[in-house]
């Protein structure tokens, strides 16, 4: 059970737009930054969105990242069949024991 | 090129030790605090461990505090976690990854498989 909560799957047509949710509370989300990551099949995690909504270098504006109040969400425009992938969203809990948290995954279906 | 390299996984029975590496190159590996992140089979990703810069500041997740270890030496540009008390639930590829801007993890390695089991 996941600290975060996302959406499990998703799905849309290439071309479309697809918004990817994640759930928190005051003592992550509410209070420090979000993180978005990309895992294709059988490979490592990639940076996508740092620091709510800032995007790496390399990355394309079609992924952009807003959070509002104790909840984020991934947003990706012109879907791709490569984006099809599972996508995670991490933040820094403050609770009783301080330590990173990620969301269980969505895992996203370009159609 | 910037590159995180992990080694030392494989296959342990239960109660055992293993210690894993993570090579970085190709940036002032100094700067950064770095993490151990894992992936157990078929599921999602679980943070397990983070240092700081100089390894002032530790944190371990809950699932892994008094048998885990993280360190590192900056002189040989390298991350280790030394795992006690292995138990079947540690099964998982094991990431490190460097932390870029606030937990935002820029550069992940391959990962290397760890197995528990008898």
Not at chain 2, 19 to 39: D, E, H, I, K, P
Request: hydrophobic fraction near 30%.
């Amino acid at each position: 059970q996941s600290v975060l909560t996302q959406p499990p799957s998703v799905s849309a047509a290439p071309g479309q737009k697809v918004t990817i949710s994640c759930s928190g509370s005051s003592s992550n989300i509410g209070n420090n930054y979000v993180s978005w990551y990309q895992q294709l099949p059988g490979t490592a995690p990639k940076l996508l969105i740092y620091e709510n909504n800032k995007r790496p270098s390399g990355i394309p504006d079609r992924f952009s990242g807003s959070k509002s109040g104790t909840s984020a969400t991934l947003g990706i425009t012109g879907l791709q069949t490569g984006d099809e992938a599972d996508y995670y969203c991490g933040t820094w809990d403050s609770s009783l024991s301080a330590h990173v948290v990620f969301g269980g995954g969505t895992k996203l279906t370009v159609l | 090129e910037v590159q995180l390299v992990e080694s030392g996984g494989g296959l342990v029975k239960p109660g055992g030790s293993l210690r894993l590496s993570c090579a970085a190159s190709g940036f002032t590996f100094s700067s950064y605090s770095m993490n151990w992140v894992r992936q157990a089979p078929g599921k999602g990703l679980e943070w397990v461990s983070s240092i700081s810069s100089s390894s002032s500041y530790i944190y371990y997740a809950d699932s892994v505090k008094g048998r885990f270890t993280i360190s590192r030496d900056n002189a040989k540009n390298s991350l280790y976690l030394q795992m006690n008390s292995l138990r079947a639930e540690d099964t998982a590829v094991y990431y490190c990854a460097r932390d870029f801007s606030n937990l935002g993890f820029d550069i992940w390695g391959q990962g290397t498989m760890v197995t528990v089991s008898s």
